[in-house]
């Protein structure tokens, strides 16, 4: 990557933004990296406080060119994943600086076997702080952030060790849809997706903390309609919108909670074009960060068939967001950071390979999105594997060249007839 540091004042239109030195909710894009079309776009980043940036040099014009490169940044170049097999450009499957924030420099990163195992701790810590914290809620009594802030802490930790941890747990099959599972998915998710936006530390504990709480409310509500599978009568409709409103009573009597956290909550079912409740606000009337809490609930709902919705795959459910993105529900910026992080084959993915075997996705390679490393789970013949077969699609002799067919549905009994490829422990 070819990157020049500059003064603001140095700035033009035709050149391509690599980074600012402003944190991502300063900025008034919802993106940082963009090509600056106007002179306007400079004088919004100039009241945003922006002193220096890195511009690219391969996607827009040096200090002294007046020839700008026809390149569409990333966001743009992933509009279209109905296909995950679909080609992917390089610069999609390139790391992004900004994804170092995820690794603490000083941690060593450790194999996703083993952090796995820190993961589940922390799991279990937040299942129970949920737990605990919504029967405080159903009985009256006040919450305090107090027991909040080191679990962020914990989590911020993991994925410096690995961030694909959190991720792998987030998921698997769950066999009780519980209020606890939804707020680990959605904070396992926001965590990492934040640290890829470049929010700073402050705003990432507040996404952490309103992940954990956004749906607090539900604990006065008749639990059985958080895992309907089929859609809300109107009555129910009305009933269930009611836990923003009592989460935000809960919130407000509390004098811990910073203000963001309790406005993130507020906003998490609003849409960007105004179609969203309870205020019907649109993304000029709401807070930025909670776009993101927007998203991440939305995904987690979708897998795993929440809030009057049969679950979907990983990989559907990363079509379907992005769908709605492109009708003005969320924002597509967002969206497409979160198919990076979540990469194009999420992990736990059932798939088929050109070799005719089955497997699962187990790993990542961010390098090449379409390679992650596989689990064999079905021999070619339909056979169950009867030994450990892990293949890295990434690593392979010339003569191998195996690649992923296509993305199957477990719940398909023709696809898995053992029901070997719905995981629900690791």
């Known amino acids: 990557m070819?990157?020049?540091?500059?003064?603001?004042?140095?700035?033009?239109?035709?050149?391509?933004?690599?980074?600012?030195d402003i944190p991502w909710i300063k900025s008034p894009f919802l993106r940082h990296r963009r090509k600056i079309k106007s002179d306007n776009d400079i004088s919004l980043m100039k009241k945003a406080g922006v002193?220096?940036?890195?511009?690219?040099?391969?996607?827009g014009i040096d200090i002294q060119s007046d020839s700008p490169l026809n390149h569409e940044p990333p966001a743009e170049q992933l509009s279209n994943i109905d296909d995950p097999v679909d080609k992917v450009s390089q610069a999609d499957s390139e790391a992004s600086a900004d994804e170092q924030t995820l690794k603490n420099k000083n941690a060593q990163i450790v194999p996703l076997k083993e952090e796995l195992k820190a993961a589940k701790v922390l799991q279990n810590k937040i299942g129970q702080l949920v737990k605990q914290l919504s029967q405080q809620v159903k009985q009256g009594?006040?919450?305090?952030?107090?027991?909040?802030?080191?679990?962020?802490?914990?989590?911020?930790?993991?994925?410096?060790?690995?961030?694909?941890?959190?991720?792998?747990?987030?998921?698997?099959?769950?066999?009780?849809l519980k209020l606890n599972d939804h707020a680990f998915g959605v904070f396992s998710l926001i965590l990492p997706l934040a640290m890829k936006l470049s929010c700073s530390r402050e705003e990432i504990n507040e996404l952490a903390m309103a992940a954990l709480l956004h749906d607090i409310g539900w604990a006065r509500l008749p639990m059985h309609l958080f895992d309907k599978?089929?859609?809300?009568s109107?009555?129910?409709?009305?009933?269930?919108?009611?836990?923003?409103?009592?989460?935000?009573?809960?919130?407000?009597?509390?004098?811990?909670?910073?203000?963001?956290?309790?406005v993130l909550v507020a906003q998490h079912h609003e849409f960007r074009n105004g179609s969203g409740y309870p205020g019907k606000l649109t993304s000029q009337n709401t807070h930025k960060l909670a776009e993101i809490l927007q998203v991440t609930d939305a995904y987690d709902e979708l897998i795993h068939g929440l809030m009057g919705r049969q679950g979907m795959l990983p990989a559907s459910a990363l079509q379907n967001i992005y769908q709605s993105a492109k009708k003005g529900l969320y924002s597509k910026?967002?969206?497409?950071e979160m198919i990076l992080?979540?990469?194009?084959?999420?992990l736990t993915s059932a798939v088929e390979l050109s070799s005719g075997e089955?497997?699962?996705?187990?790993?990542?390679?961010?390098?090449?999105?379409?390679?992650p490393t596989v689990k064999i789970i079905y021999e070619a013949d339909g056979q169950a594997c009867s030994s450990k077969k892990i293949i890295n699609l990434a690593v392979q002799n010339e003569d191998e060249s195996i690649k992923i067919k296509k993305v199957i549905d477990p719940i398909d009994e023709t696809s898995d007839p053992l029901g070997l490829l719905l995981v629900d422990s690791i």
């Open 341 to 346: 992080v979540m990469g194009i084959f999420p």
């Open 51 to 59: 002193k220096e940036l890195y511009i690219d040099l391969s996607r």
């Open 141 to 176: 009594q006040p919450i305090s952030a107090d027991s909040i802030n080191p679990i962020i802490q914990e989590a911020v930790e993991s994925i410096g060790r690995n961030d694909q941890a959190l991720l792998t747990l987030l998921h698997l099959h769950r066999q009780d």
């Open 358 to 371: 089955k497997a699962l996705v187990v790993e990542i390679d961010k390098q090449k999105p379409l390679l």
């Open 229 to 232: 599978k089929t859609p809300f």
């Open 234 to 262: 109107s009555a129910e409709k009305q009933l269930t919108q009611q836990h923003i409103s009592i989460a935000e009573n809960v919130l407000n009597k509390s004098n811990d909670f910073p203000d963001a956290v309790k």
């Open 333 to 336: 910026t967002i969206v497409s």
């Open 2 to 20: 070819n990157t020049r540091k500059i003064t603001i004042s140095q700035l033009s239109s035709g050149m391509f933004i690599h980074e600012l």
